[in-house]
C-alpha cells in the first residue's frame, strides 16, 4: 500500500498581506517544498491579461523562467501562489535544468509555524520612478527592506553576482569529485596500452638509432680498411720502383764495366 507522503506547508491568513503560506513542520534547508505551478504564458500573453483582483491591479501571480516564458499562477496554480514576498526570504526559487519549471526551496532550518516567503524580485522594464516603488510596495518589515517588490538595480546586479558565484562553486565540486573518482578499469586499460605503445615506439626508434650507429661504424670500419689497403698499394708500388730503379742501376753499371773491358782488349 502506497501511503501519502504529508506535505511541509499549510495555507491560511497572513499578517503580511491576504493568505501566506506556512511551515506544516520542521521543514530542512535544502528542502523541495512544492512546484510554482500554473498555466504557461509568453510575455505578450501575459502583459495583454487584465489584473486577477482589480482592487489590487498590481497584484500579480506572475513567475517569469529564464526559458522565456512565465508561469501564471493564478490560472492552473496551487498553494505556491499564496507564498508572500518578502526582503529578507527563507525560501528562493530553484529552476530545473532547461528553465521550464521552478521549484521553491527552504534556504535554511525553517521551524514549523513560520510563514515562507521569497524574494519577487520583479522585474520592471519601465524607468523606476517612486511612483512604480508604491504600486509595488513591500510590507515585509524587514530590518534590510528595500520598501518595494521590484528587483532594483543594484538587487538585480547583486543577483547576478550570486549566480555567477553558484555556478563557480558548482563547477569546483565537480572538479574536486573528478579528482576524487578512481580511474575506472577501461581507463586504466587504455592508458597501459598508450604507454605500452609510446615504449615500443621509442624502442623501434631506439633499435634504428643503433642500427643506424652500427651502420655508420661499419662503413668507417670499410673505410679505414679501404684507406690502409690504399696505403699499401701505394707502398707497394714505391717498394716495386725503387727495385726497378735499382735494377737498372746495376744493368748499367755492368754494361759499362763490360765496355771498359771490351775497350782493354783492344
Same mark, same amino acid.
Given at each position: 500500500?502506497?501511503?501519502?507522503?504529508?506535505?511541509?506547508?499549510?495555507?491560511?491568513?497572513?499578517?503580511?498581506?491576504? +493568505?501566506?503560506?506556512? %511551515?506544516?513542520?520542521?521543514?530542512?534547508?535544502?528542502? &523541495?517544498?512544492?512546484?510554482? %505551478?500554473?498555466?504557461?504564458?509568453?510575455?505578450?500573453?501575459?502583459?495583454?491579461?487584465?489584473?486577477? +483582483?482589480?482592487?489590487?491591479?498590481?497584484?500579480?501571480?506572475?513567475? @517569469?523562467? =529564464? /526559458?522565456?516564458?512565465?508561469?501564471?499562477?493564478?490560472?492552473?496554480?496551487?498553494? =505556491?501562489?499564496?507564498?508572500?514576498? $518578502?526582503?529578507?526570504? /527563507?525560501?528562493?526559487?530553484?529552476? +530545473?535544468?532547461?528553465?521550464?519549471?521552478?521549484?521553491?526551496?527552504?534556504?535554511?532550518?525553517?521551524? %514549523?509555524?513560520?510563514?515562507?516567503?521569497?524574494?519577487? $524580485?520583479?522585474?520592471?522594464?519601465?524607468?523606476?520612478?517612486?511612483?512604480?516603488?508604491? /504600486?509595488?510596495?513591500?510590507?515585509?518589515?524587514?530590518?534590510?527592506?528595500?520598501?518595494?517588490?521590484?528587483?532594483?538595480?543594484?538587487?538585480? $546586479?547583486?543577483?547576478? @553576482?550570486?549566480?555567477?558565484?553558484?555556478?563557480?562553486?558548482?563547477?569546483?565540486?565537480?572538479?574536486?569529485?573528478? &579528482?576524487?573518482?578512481?580511474? $575506472?578499469?577501461?581507463?586504466?586499460?587504455?592508458?597501459?596500452?598508450?604507454? %605500452? /605503445? #609510446?615504449?615500443?615506439?621509442? !624502442?623501434? =626508434?631506439?633499435?634504428?638509432?643503433?642500427?643506424?650507429?652500427?651502420?655508420?661504424?661499419? =662503413?668507417?670500419?670499410?673505410?679505414?680498411?679501404?684507406?690502409?689497403?690504399?696505403?699499401?698499394?701505394?707502398?707497394?708500388?714505391?717498394?716495386?720502383?725503387?727495385? +726497378? #730503379?735499382?735494377?737498372?742501376?746495376?744493368?748499367?753499371?755492368?754494361?759499362? #764495366?763490360? !765496355?771498359?773491358?771490351?775497350?782493354?782488349?783492344?
Amino acid at each position: 500500500m502506497v501511503t501519502q507522503r504529508q506535505p511541509w506547508h499549510v495555507v491560511k491568513p497572513s499578517k503580511l498581506h491576504g +493568505n501566506g503560506v506556512f %511551515a506544516l513542520r520542521d521543514i530542512p534547508a535544502g528542502t &523541495r517544498i512544492l512546484q510554482y %505551478a500554473g498555466k504557461r504564458l509568453t510575455p505578450e500573453q501575459a502583459d495583454a491579461l487584465f489584473p486577477v +483582483n482589480p482592487d489590487e491591479p498590481f497584484h500579480t501571480f506572475f513567475f @517569469a523562467l =529564464s /526559458n522565456g516564458k512565465i508561469v501564471d499562477g493564478g490560472q492552473g496554480g496551487n498553494d =505556491s501562489r499564496w507564498i508572500n514576498h $518578502s526582503c529578507a526570504p /527563507n525560501c528562493e526559487g530553484h529552476e +530545473n535544468v532547461d528553465g521550464s519549471r521552478v521549484f521553491i526551496v527552504a534556504m535554511r532550518d525553517i521551524p %514549523a509555524g513560520e510563514e515562507l516567503l521569497y524574494d519577487y $524580485s520583479l522585474v520592471i522594464d519601465d524607468e523606476i520612478t517612486e511612483e512604480l516603488k508604491q /504600486n509595488y510596495r513591500c510590507l515585509c518589515g524587514a530590518a534590510q527592506c528595500r520598501g518595494t517588490m521590484i528587483a532594483l538595480q543594484s538587487d538585480r $546586479s547583486q543577483a547576478v @553576482a550570486d549566480e555567477l558565484r553558484e555556478v563557480a562553486a558548482e563547477l569546483d565540486a565537480e572538479m574536486e569529485q573528478a &579528482r576524487k573518482t578512481p580511474v $575506472s578499469s577501461k581507463q586504466k586499460t587504455a592508458d597501459l596500452k598508450a604507454t %605500452a /605503445n #609510446k615504449q615500443a615506439e621509442k !624502442g623501434e =626508434s631506439d633499435q634504428d638509432k643503433d642500427e643506424d650507429t652500427d651502420d655508420d661504424n661499419e =662503413s668507417a670500419r670499410s673505410k679505414d680498411k679501404k684507406d690502409k689497403k690504399g696505403k699499401k698499394k701505394k707502398k707497394d708500388k714505391a717498394k716495386n720502383k725503387d727495385k +726497378n #730503379k735499382d735494377k737498372k742501376a746495376s744493368k748499367k753499371d755492368k754494361e759499362g #764495366k763490360k !765496355g771498359k773491358k771490351d775497350r782493354k782488349k783492344e
